[in-house]
């Protein structure tokens, strides 16, 4: 058998319906869209959440809470991180920047609690939580907020 004697199996290619195009081939008048209105025209259909009418049950359900359209996304460093620094060390957003446990200089930081201090350091950032700013002054080293 040769490439040009070789045939797709009986059924497998459908003829491509084609509509509008009179009567006789039976997809004439109203092509194959059933009854007229909102569904046979060209285009979206009926809307998403559109119930007929009736108030959708987006409306009926009472707006709750506020989301700013500008969060402040914190970059987060835990204080078991803050160990691979030396005693005596002033954690700046640079050298934070410099050992990749932030992303951008440009974003604020929070110092989280997970973990343990083992080290004195001075720890320079936007946000501390409680309990990171007391372990960081329990092993005597110094949180500093910075503007």
């Not at 409306?59 to 970059?75: C, D, E, I, M, T």
């Not at 204080?79 to 200089?105: A, M, Q, V």
């Not at 989280?112 to 080290?119: A, C, P, Y």
Request: include cysteine; hydrophobic fraction near 30%; aromatic fraction near 4%.
């Amino acid at each position: 058998m040769q490439v040009h004697q070789l045939r797709s199996p009986e059924g497998s290619r459908k003829r491509k319906k084609i509509v509008g195009r009179g009567r006789g081939t039976g997809h004439g008048k109203r092509s194959g869209r059933g009854q007229t209105g909102q569904n046979c025209r060209s285009g979206r259909g009926v809307m998403l959440a559109y119930e007929g009418g009736q108030m959708s049950l987006l409306r009926r359900l009472p707006k709750v809470g506020f989301n700013s359209k500008w969060p402040a996304k914190y970059q987060v460093v835990n204080c078991e991180s803050l160990n691979r620094f030396e005693d005596g060390t002033t954690i700046t957003p640079e050298l934070l920047k410099s050992r990749h446990l932030i992303r951008s200089l440009l974003q604020p930081i929070k110092i989280l609690s997970v973990g343990e201090v083992t080290r004195k350091l001075t720890v320079q950032a936007h946000r501390f939580s409680k309990a990171a700013a007391d372990k960081i002054t329990k092993a005597g080293g110094n949180p500093e907020i910075l503007a």
